[in-house]
């Protein structure tokens, strides 16, 4: 089950069943005009299969920035489409402290973690004011027993997670400070590109000390490493505004691990 925020400060929240759907369905969604389809969970669909997941879009949420979509050991229910702004996902380390474990943009799905244990294993955080397309995953997995292209696209976003759980050890675990941040700089601009936005020219919506939690760094590191690819001409950093002016020299600072 979903869960809507009511206190931005203490961001305590408030099982979706205890609101009128019917009353939440003036929200109306329509993936079919949506731009963001063909990353998103209808990727694929033809025109008959897209109006049929459209009915399983219960409501868009907004979430402002700072507040908990979901927390660690909420029930889930639900899974989420992000439609705009940015998130965190952090996970609270056994000495109490928060570790960044990614970081989300449009197009992409939050709360799949809790598929398997029946509850989030993390916490989302909008890092800006988002909105969200909130997907009851009962119905979900109904749909996609009718739908093959539906099942599939979904076991694709459930491989890409461990691929991507993959990619984090490795990064975390072979390679020198310097690529790390290159290798962040270069999947953030991939994922921009896709989204039809400027790969070289984009705004973080992350802290450094974020950036630094889930790379693995110290925040000097990071704040340190972003002086010195300015100074080497990789690029032009003004506060959370970044342009890669050498994506090539980008690359090569991975020395063949790209």
Do not use: W
């Not at 920035?65 to 705009?84: C, M, Q, T």
């Not at 244990?117 to 749909?143: K, Q, R, T």
């Not at 675990?173 to 039809?196: D, I, P, Q, Y």
């Amino acid at each position: 089950m979903s869960t809507v925020t009511t206190n931005h400060a203490a961001s305590k929240v408030v099982p979706l069943r205890t609101l009128d759907i019917g009353a939440m369905r003036k929200f109306e969604v329509t993936c079919s005009s949506c731009n963001l389809r063909e990353l998103c969970l209808p990727k694929g669909l033809d025109d008959e299969d897209l109006t049929r997941v459209e009915k399983i879009v219960y409501a868009r949420r907004r979430v402002r920035r700072g507040e908990a979509l979901f927390n660690a050991g909420d029930e889930f229910h639900s899974i989420y489409a992000v439609r705009s702004g940015f998130f965190k996902t952090t996970i609270l380390n056994e000495d109490g402290r928060e570790q960044v474990t990614g970081f989300n943009m449009p197009g992409e799905l939050l709360g799949m973690d809790g598929i398997g244990a029946g509850s989030y294993h993390g916490n989302a955080v909008a890092l800006e004011d988002c909105e969200v397309c909130v997907l009851p995953f009962s119905l979900v997995e109904e749909l996609g027993r009718e739908i093959p292209t539906l099942q599939r696209h979904l076991h694709c976003v459930l491989s890409r997670e461990i691929v991507r759980d993959h990619g984090v050890m490795m990064l975390l675990g072979s390679m020198r400070a310097e690529e790390r941040l290159a290798v962040f700089l270069l999947n953030l601009s991939k994922r921009f590109m896709r989204r039809g936005y400027s790969p070289s020219d984009f705004h973080l919506r992350m802290t450094r000390e974020e950036i630094g939690s889930y790379l693995g760094l110290k925040l000097e590191t990071v704040s340190r490493l972003f002086s010195k690819f300015q100074e080497d001409g990789l690029i032009e950093v003004q506060q959370k505004h970044v342009r890669i002016t050498n994506i090539d020299g980008l690359e090569q600072v991975l020395g063949g691990k790209h």
